[in-house]
């Protein structure tokens, strides 16, 4: 059934969000939902599709995963069953399930507890919250899926073994689990608006969802730095349909056609961007990036781009947030002011530290340098070794495009 697919896109991660919540485990609650889900598929076409399906597909879940309980019960005796589901009662009302509050916020904060390993957490919430295969978050995190699922595994073991509440914290804690929620809704969004991987350039859908997580935690939370993540994602989703063209291929931002972006979004992001700027002498790290963002769509042209100020804002984020990939798009920021000399030289000594030499936009940018200066064999072999480390499909069609043009 159309619908069901509908659904499953759009609802699933709601719906196994409470379903963990309902029934304290997160394979039992996934089990419940693909048996809830298979149950819609042969009931709803002889008897109709219910009123308010996910309050059906929750409700079928969790008898389902009750039904299972007993029957291992049976099987192989246990002492009760869990806690979870003898503690819920009358949930199968379809009026108290619409009156849930976000279980996925719930669900993002357990996931990111501090007593999880760093990457546990963003591999955890990738795969409980946002639904990404292993086999995606794996390519994430340039490790194996098998490496991946054990991280995952031994994440979920570690939940059931501390007993971790599966509700938001504290105001007093909450400050201290921030960093690791922002993280994590800034790799989902990255991972919707650029796929990392396959056949298309975005997943509407999950940064949609990171958009949705971050309004619901600047509700919650109303700190400075949630509010520049939420304008960050709003800025950058304000492009999306400029990003390709209508056969489907990557354009890049100085051709982009500026009267495709949306300005609703875009006039929010700016508001909170300049609300959080202004509220602080003392600017974070997404913050930062979405002053930097703000510029870019601030301007009526790429040649009316203020680059010196985009220079002057990475120079800040350099300071409060080294890394080898804020240097790299200072690069590019300082290629775009003073020429794609001055940008080569900042490059090539981020590969010389051998940093980044497996990342493909190092080589993508240093290509295009070379290809602005005339160096055509230079560029030939930048552009080779970035396609050899593209894994999307539009990324990699691009590069290859170049490097004919080259020819």
Avoid at 131 to 160: H, M, W, Y
Wanted: negative net charge.
């Amino acid at each position: 059934m159309k619908i069901l697919e509908t659904l499953y896109r759009a609802e699933s991660r709601r719906i196994l969000a409470t379903l963990i919540r309902l029934l304290g485990d997160f394979d039992l609650a996934e089990e419940a939902m693909h048996d809830a889900f298979h149950a819609a598929l042969v009931q709803w076409p002889m008897e109709g599709v219910p009123k308010n399906p996910r309050a059906w597909l929750i409700s079928t879940g969790r008898f389902k995963a009750i039904d299972r309980l007993r029957r291992q019960q049976l099987e192989s005796p246990l002492d009760n069953i869990p806690e979870p589901i003898e503690s819920q009662s009358n949930l199968s009302d379809e009026v108290e399930y619409e009156s849930i509050a976000d279980d996925r916020l719930r669900l993002i904060f357990i996931c990111c507890h501090p007593s999880l390993a760093s990457d546990a957490r963003m591999a955890l919430t990738l795969r409980e919250v946002c639904g990404l295969t292993t086999e995606e978050i794996a390519r994430a995190f340039l490790t194996t899926p098998s490496t991946l699922a054990q991280r995952i595994v031994r994440a979920k073991t570690k939940i059931q073994e501390l007993r971790i509440p599966y509700e938001v914290p504290s105001s007093a804690e909450l400050p201290l689990r921030l960093d690791a929620v922002l993280h994590v809704i800034y790799l989902v969004f990255n991972e919707g608006y650029s796929a990392s991987s396959g056949n298309d350039l975005t997943r509407p859908n999950i940064s949609a969802e990171a958009i949705r997580l971050g309004r619901l935690l600047l509700e919650l939370l109303p700190h400075l730095e949630v509010m520049g993540l939420l304008a960050l994602m709003l800025l950058n989703e304000s492009r999306r349909l400029a990003r390709t063209s209508a056969d489907g291929e990557l354009v890049l931002l100085e051709d982009q056609d500026r009267k495709l972006w949306d300005r609703t979004l875009i006039t929010e992001g700016k508001q909170l961007v300049e609300q959080a700027l202004g509220a602080s002498p003392h600017f974070g790290f997404y913050t930062l990036q979405a002053a930097i963002t703000l510029v870019h769509v601030d301007a009526k042209t790429t040649g009316s781009t203020d680059w010196e100020k985009i220079v002057l804002l990475y120079d800040l984020l350099l300071k409060i947030s080294p890394s080898p990939v804020v240097e790299l798009n200072r690069a590019v920021a300082i290629a775009m002011r003073d020429g794609p000399s001055a940008g080569l030289v900042l490059v090539d000594d981020i590969l010389a530290r051998g940093i980044l030499d497996d990342y493909y936009l190092t080589h993508s940018v240093r290509a295009d340098f070379y290809r602005r200066l005339g160096k055509k064999a230079e560029a030939r072999l930048a552009y080779q070794q970035a396609i050899l480390l593209t894994q999307q499909t539009q990324e990699r069609r691009f590069l290859e495009n170049r490097l004919h043009e080259l020819d």
